[in-house]
């Protein structure tokens, strides 16, 4: 028999689970605005995703940003000026490692400690049950809210096709891949049109035999420099401008014809949805060593046989090894669906992407795509809750007419509506609108 552990209540403390980069801004900036923190980390250091001396990391050796530096950078917290563009990973750990020292943040983690379950306890408050992830017993300790920052990009997306299994090749989700050294003499087959994809094809192109690349449908292959600025930073100025849509649309079609040309002259397909209709793919070197033969553009997978991949269009290719760079899924495996409102088919629906509609001390930070690096949207996001979070505690007849007033505001204002289907596009935002509707929050929540 196992003995129920006791609850240790800790009264107006505020959890955090995960410290990437959106768990140490909600930490924060929930510190800032006077609450005590509690987080608790599973791996044993910060800097989440981006970490890549954690087994669980998705980076591959050669992962650069594919957002620019000062469209990703925290807005208090700049990365260094003699910095490049387009940071290096090991990079990116840095800026964060000396994020959370500058802000004084260690002494506010558990790492090492895995939550494994948040409940409601009916008064508005959360009984959280973490684990050692060393071994040891569980414990259960209460807490004013949770704020969820576990990010997004754990949970690999399955390929699904006949014959998966009797595949004779090697199959590796792109979350495996770490190394262009395991693609070195080998017919590879790449699987997916996302940056990701288009990076790993890119590196296979240098060092495979044979490269394939299979994507679903043509996209907008946008390079990393236009007029010589970083592409996301000509998007900006174009969103500051409020050009319409449509116009935005035909400067960027414009864009990638002057700049990249006709995709179909590479043999890509002809894109079945306009600019902005999917999230942006950044790469200036895919359309390069297509254009050298480094890498043969095919068809959706339509199944594997044995020691060949059957595409869509009836042709045959045989791979010895397939990369899936099929994306994730978000998981919250803590808590059960109804709380976050999450579908049949695992998505939430959250306020802003970020607040739990039926639950006012439950938010989520950092599950937002955008056109720009997330940082930025995840500061903003945390600021929100930390505001929302002490107006509910010292003015709760305004917290109640503010959520009245957020619950009619139209979905359309703060997230992207024409997207090309696929559960890549569930959280995409363009961070303009976003952060719009975020500071429009921000000033409602202001104290009276
Ligand atoms: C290849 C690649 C390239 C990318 N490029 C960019 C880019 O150019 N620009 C950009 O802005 N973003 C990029 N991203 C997205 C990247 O994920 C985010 O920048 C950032 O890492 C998100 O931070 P986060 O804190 O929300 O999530 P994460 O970094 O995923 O951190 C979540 C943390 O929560 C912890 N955790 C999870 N579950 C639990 C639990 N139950 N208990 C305790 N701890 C838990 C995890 O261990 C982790 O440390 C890229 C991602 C990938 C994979």
Known sequence: MHDTPDIADRHDAVCVIGAGGSGLAAIK?????????????RETSVGGAWNWRHDRSPMYAGTHLISSRPLTEFPDFPMPDDWPDYPHHS????????????FDLGAQIWFGTEVVAVTPVGDG?????????????SRIQRYAAVIVANGHNWAPKPLVVDGYDGFRGQ??????????????GRKVLVVGGGNTGCDI???????????????RRGYWYAPKYVFGRPVDQVNDLLLKWRLPLRLRQWLIQRTVRLTVGDLTRYGLPEPDHRPYESHPIVNSQLVYYLGHGRITPVADVARFDGGTVELRDGSRIDPDLVITAT?????????????????DDGRPDLHLHAFARRHPTLAVVGLVQADAGLFPLAHWQSVAVARWLRLRATDPVRAAAVQQKESVRPVRSWARQHTVP???HWFEVSH?????????????LEPA
């Open 432 to 444: 303009t609108s976003y952060l719009r509707a975020l500071q429009s929050l921000l000033a409602e």
């Open 327 to 343: 994306g994730y899924l978000p998981r919250f495996e803590f808590l059960e669906p109804e709380l976050l409102d999450i579908d």
């Open 125 to 137: 408050r959360w009984d959280v049950t973490t684990r050692s992830t060393g071994g040891g017993s």
């Open 171 to 184: 199959v590796i989700h792109s979350s495996a891949y770490q190394d262009p050294q395991q693609l070195r």
């Open 91 to 102: 990079q990116m750990l840095s800026y964060l490692e000396r994020y959370a020292k500058h």
């Open 201 to 215: 094809a890119v590196e296979a192109a240098q060092q495979a035999s044979t490269v394939w690349h299979s994507t």
């Open 422 to 424: 696929s559960t890549r």
């Open 29 to 41: 900036n929930l510190r800032e605005h006077g609450f005590a923190v509690d987080c608790y980390e």
